[in-house]
């Protein structure tokens, strides 16, 4: 069974959440990435830190979740996942 995980950034007065699940060792899938999500600004602290990876056209290619690189198996604009 899959477990969702998050993971957040923040950036100036906004904390950016996303959701997703592990797909397999080194790949996930993004659920939700977005900076609505109230556990990325009440847990802050506790979740693990996150950095998206896009390409110049603002794809979504990887993220690095406390320093380990995941691909990601639903690329698609960073400002899409809902």
């Known amino acids: 069974m899959n477990t969702f995980n998050k993971a957040c ?5 906004s904390v950016w959440t996303m ?18 999500d109230a556990d990325g600004y009440e847990f802050e602290k506790q979740i693990p830190k996150l950095r998206a990876n896009e390409s110049e056209e603002r794809i979504l290619e990887s993220i690095e979740v406390d320093g380990m690189l995941y ?11 809902s």
Not at 9 to 13: A, Y
Not at 20 to 32: E, G, K, Q, S
């Open 9 to 13: 950034k923040r950036l100036l007065d």
């Open 71 to 81: 691909d990601v198996d639903n690329k698609k604009h960073i400002f899409s996942y």
């Open 19 to 36: 959701t997703y699940i592990m797909t397999n060792d080194d790949t996930v899938h993004v659920l939700a990435f977005n900076r609505e």
